[in-house]
C-alpha cells in the first residue's frame, strides 16, 4: 500500500515538473480570441482567482465589474459587463482568452491585457513618470490566469 501511495505521489510531482508555462509572446489565440490550452500547464485553483480578483495590485475584477456572489466585498464597477452567469455563458477556453487579452475578442475593450508584454502605447515605469526600460512583466502569471478563469467557471447563477 504505501509502495503504490509513493507511485502515486512521484506521478503527481513529475506531471507537475513536466507542465510549461506558455510565454506571453507564445499564447495561440483562437479565430475569435480563445485559448484552447492551459497556460500553466496546471488547473486553476478557483479560491486562489477569488483573491486575485478582489485584490489591488492583482487583478482587481470588482474594480470594472459587478459580481453578485462577492458582494461581500466593496466597490464593484459598472464599466465592464457584470460576471454573473459569465461560467454558464462563456466556455473556459474562452474566458482564458478574454482574462489574458480582451481585446483579441473586443478590439475596443478597454479591460487591460493581463498576459501582455509588449505592445503597449507608452508604458510608464511604476509611478515615476518615466517611461518603462526593458521588457515589461504580465499584469498576472500563466498560473494566475489560470486561477481566475477557474473561479470564473463557478459563476453559473444569473
Given at each position: 500500500?504505501?509502495?503504490?501511495f509513493?507511485?502515486?505521489a512521484?506521478l503527481?510531482c513529475?506531471?507537475?515538473?513536466?507542465?510549461?508555462?506558455?510565454?506571453p509572446?507564445?499564447?495561440q489565440?483562437?479565430e475569435y480570441g480563445a485559448?484552447?490550452?492551459?497556460?500553466?500547464?496546471v488547473?486553476?485553483?478557483?479560491?486562489?482567482g477569488?483573491e486575485?480578483?478582489v485584490?489591488?495590485?492583482?487583478g482587481?475584477?470588482?474594480?470594472?465589474?459587478a459580481?453578485?456572489?462577492?458582494e461581500?466585498?466593496?466597490f464593484?464597477g459598472?464599466?465592464?459587463?457584470s460576471?454573473?452567469?459569465v461560467?454558464?455563458?462563456?466556455?473556459?477556453?474562452?474566458?482564458r482568452g478574454?482574462?489574458?487579452?480582451a481585446k483579441m475578442?473586443?478590439?475596443?475593450?478597454?479591460?487591460?491585457?493581463?498576459?501582455?508584454?509588449?505592445g503597449?502605447?507608452?508604458?510608464?515605469?511604476?509611478?515615476?513618470g518615466?517611461a518603462?526600460?526593458?521588457?515589461?512583466?504580465p499584469?498576472?502569471?500563466?498560473?494566475e490566469?489560470?486561477?481566475v478563469?477557474?473561479?470564473?467557471m463557478?459563476?453559473n447563477?444569473?
Amino acid at each position: 500500500m504505501k509502495q503504490m501511495f509513493l507511485t502515486a505521489a512521484v506521478l503527481a510531482c513529475a506531471t507537475v515538473a513536466k507542465a510549461e508555462v506558455v510565454a506571453p509572446g507564445d499564447v495561440q489565440f483562437g479565430e475569435y480570441g480563445a485559448i484552447e490550452a492551459s497556460l500553466s500547464g496546471v488547473p486553476g485553483n478557483a479560491d486562489s482567482g477569488l483573491e486575485i480578483m478582489v485584490t489591488r495590485g492583482k487583478g482587481n475584477c470588482i474594480a470594472c465589474h459587478a459580481v453578485s456572489a462577492l458582494e461581500d466585498y466593496p466597490f464593484h464597477g459598472e464599466v465592464g459587463p457584470s460576471l454573473d452567469g459569465v461560467g454558464a455563458r462563456w466556455s473556459e477556453a474562452e474566458l482564458r482568452g478574454l482574462v489574458a487579452n480582451a481585446k483579441m475578442t473586443f478590439d475596443g475593450t478597454v479591460m487591460p491585457a493581463f498576459y501582455q508584454t509588449t505592445g503597449f502605447n507608452r508604458p510608464g515605469n511604476a509611478f515615476t513618470g518615466k517611461a518603462a526600460e526593458g521588457e515589461l512583466d504580465p499584469l498576472l502569471t500563466a498560473q494566475e490566469i489560470e486561477d481566475v478563469v477557474a473561479y470564473l467557471m463557478t459563476l453559473n447563477e444569473y
